[in-house]
């Protein structure tokens, strides 16, 4: 039937991509002072740069989120639903997420590479949460399984690019904390057939968390990094899902034993 099958509005989305692409596309043209903000907390010293970029990447991700509610809205059976929030957090993660390679990378054919790439990542992202709002659409599946794919890919990706660039551990564990539990977040409510359940992700994101802090100093090159990473976030979901669904045993523990397996002789074998 025609009502399973919307798409959001063109016109919407060219000016929702437009003012997205249009941010990253003038931050490395434009340079102005930065302003380091120092905060003694006990036993060590917090400094946090703020630059142009800085804004550009909290900019970007909020007016995905705004944008995708905006999209979101003009939805069939948005009534029915009665709420967007939850299809904000993949959009907005998403344009932050593309805006932290974009800010290291000098212009060049890798920064336009990852410009266009970006840039349809995150139509999909959005065409897929739109979709996404109506569990009757004959293409709702194929919308869920790629917003949790990218949810993950998205972390990957972030996890690699904060590893290169050499932060500090306050910086790396901030940023992919913020990552860790959006995802998962959002993940689980699709897995569980659209039930929150806050529990998760908040134990999920403690225990990367003390993963990162231990794989920090092992001389791990950025891609093992967020192999091993990713590898534990997914299994750790996974394992949240079976729990929630009452699975127990093999049931329970052989996804996850799969995808940490996989994880780490992908991290074996990769050198860069």
Do not use: C
């Amino acid at each position: 039937m025609d009502e399973h099958r919307h798409l959001p509005d063109i016109n919407r989305l060219s000016v929702l991509s437009a003012v997205i692409l249009l941010a990253y596309a003038v931050t490395p043209f434009i340079q102005l002072p930065s302003r380091l903000i120092q905060l003694q907390l006990p036993g060590f010293l917090l400094n946090i740069n703020l630059n142009f970029a800085t804004f550009t990447s909290l900019l970007a991700a909020a007016l995905s989120g705004v944008g995708a509610d905006w999209l979101i809205r003009g939805h069939p059976r948005y009534q029915e639903k009665g709420t967007s929030t939850r299809h904000w957090l993949l959009p907005a993660l998403t344009a932050w997420v593309i805006s932290v390679p974009l800010n290291r990378l000098e212009v060049s054919l890798s920064w336009w590479g990852i410009f266009l790439f970006g840039g349809l990542l995150l139509l999909a992202v959005v065409v897929s949460e739109y979709i996404a709002l109506d569990p009757g659409d004959i293409r709702y599946a194929p919308a869920v399984v790629v917003l949790n794919a990218v949810a993950f890919a998205l972390f990957l990706v972030l996890a690699v690019a904060l590893r290169a660039a050499g932060l500090r551990l306050y910086s790396i564990l901030s940023a992919l904390s913020v990552a860790v539990f959006l995802a998962s977040l959002r993940t689980l409510y699709l897995r569980l057939g659209g039930r929150w359940v806050w529990k998760w992700p908040l134990v999920i994101t403690i225990v990367i968390g003390q993963i990162v802090m231990g794989l920090h100093y092992w001389p791990l090159t950025p891609l093992q990094f967020g192999l091993i990473l990713v590898g534990a976030t997914y299994a750790l979901v996974s394992t949240a899902v079976g729990l929630e669904e009452g699975r127990s045993g093999r049931a329970l523990l052989i996804e996850p034993l799969i995808m940490i397996l996989l994880s780490w002789i992908m991290a074996i074998l990769v050198r860069g």
